[in-house]
């Protein structure tokens, strides 16, 4: 199996910065696209930013010039750094992995558990 471990997350005041990581770890042939999504309150979920293996990024337009997406594929991770946060980025966050299995070759996606983030003076 293949779990995914979120942390970075707390409460921040509006216009400060917060890094989260999620970690892959398990029975992990290779890691193919990796993001980071976000629901708040009354809200559906949405698509933060996505990074390829090969490290090509989409950001939504709220996020864009504010939240930068990366990767290291040597330790399986990935990471949102957040920018200039503003109230309306309160959400819980959390990461997604597809996964190719080590035991059937197989592509399969995966959930962290999610993560708070609070923007609030």
């Known amino acids: 199996q293949v779990q995914l471990v979120e942390s970075g997350g707390g409460l921040v005041q509006p216009g400060g910065s917060l890094r989260l990581s999620c970690a892959a770890s398990?029975?992990?042939?290779?890691?193919?696209?990796m993001g980071w999504y976000r629901q708040a309150p009354g809200k559906q979920r949405e698509c933060v930013a996505t990074i390829t293996s090969g490290g090509v990024t989409n950001y939504a337009d709220s996020v864009k010039g504010r939240f930068t997406i990366s990767r290291d594929n040597a330790k399986n991770t990935v990471y949102l750094q957040m920018n200039s946060l503003e109230p309306e980025d309160t959400a819980v966050y959390s990461c997604?992995?597809?996964?190719?299995?080590?035991?059937?070759?197989?592509?399969?996606?995966?959930w962290g558990q999610g993560i708070q983030v609070t923007v609030s003076s």
């Open positions: 398990g029975s992990i042939f290779s890691i193919g696209a």
């Open positions: 997604n992995a597809n996964v190719v299995l080590s035991s059937t070759r197989r592509l399969m996606p995966y």
